[in-house]
């Protein structure tokens, strides 16, 4: 995957497996969004492909794609007065099929997603009118409502304040931990606290070409991050959880609780 004339990720062969929720981690312009959008179809891999269910992207209708796959951006414009409900049912276009209009269970599916990002009550709202929180937590209730075995979110805690980024990193971690779940989750995250506390697996990009994946306890650790991040990170347990703390580097070689 090359940006330019740079090389952001070479050789990666990395599996997803129904269950996993992997965090993608790296510095800004790492790659991390451009590899998210490779994953989802939205741009060609510059080697090698990208298979869902075995079947390469380019094999997939896209209507069958999206029944497979939501995607969330970083960013949404809304240049339209759409009602909050409209846009979440939106998400449910690739099942109607021949149907024009919603269904009773495309109505009852956005309003569940509403209700689990705690935006139901804004559901006959002007979009526009919401506030970046409120409207990312809408966003992301538009790619429940799609009901996909994939999800692909683009830093989804963004505009979140604290609580809704638990309750939301919560809600993805139920999704994929549930008995049986068909669910998985590939989320891009700046926060190392927050991406670990749910997150099962993570892939760490270098920037440079290089890279890291496997289960958070193998590559989320204190060496790999401050490589991968440019900035020593340090590890420190408190009770049942570990928490990362960037380390000033004037402060180097000083004692500290490190895991």
């Known amino acids: 995957m090359t940006i330019g004339d740079r090389t952001l990720v070479a050789g990666l062969h990395w599996e997803l497996r129904p269950g996993q929720l992997w965090c993608v981690i790296g510095r800004n312009g790492a790659g991390k969004s451009t590899f998210l959008r490779c994953l989802a179809g939205l741009r060609p891999a510059d080697g090698g492909m990208v298979e869902l269910s075995g079947r390469p992207l380019s094999e997939w209708s896209l209507q069958d794609l999206a ?6 951006p970083q960013g949404t414009r809304d240049a339209f007065g759409y009602r909050v409900i409209e846009a979440v049912l939106a998400a449910r276009h690739p099942y109607h099929d021949a149907r024009y209009w919603e269904s009773e ?6 309003f569940a997603a509403l209700r689990a990002l705690d935006v139901e009550a804004l559901a006959e709202r002007d979009i526009r009118t919401l506030s970046g929180g409120e409207r990312q937590r809408v966003a992301i209730a538009a790619v429940l409502a799609q009901d996909t075995p994939l999800l692909l979110l683009d830093e989804p805690a963004n505009a979140l304040d604290l609580a809704h980024q638990v309750s939301v990193m919560q809600l993805l971690a139920e999704l994929c931990g549930a008995m049986g779940s068909d669910k998985a989750v590939v989320m891009v995250g700046h926060d190392l606290n927050l991406a670990h506390s749910v997150a099962s697996h993570a892939l760490l990009l270098m920037g440079d070409g290089q890279w890291q994946a496997g289960p958070v306890a193998k590559v989320m650790t204190g060496p790999i991050l401050s490589r991968c991040l440019g900035h020593p990170i340090e590890l420190v347990r408190h009770e049942n959880r570990t928490i990362f703390i960037p380390v000033d580097k004037s402060s180097r070689g000083s004692p500290a609780n490190v895991l």
């Open 67 to 72: 029944r497979m796959r939501a995607f969330l």
């Open 105 to 110: 269970a495309d109505r009852e599916s956005a």
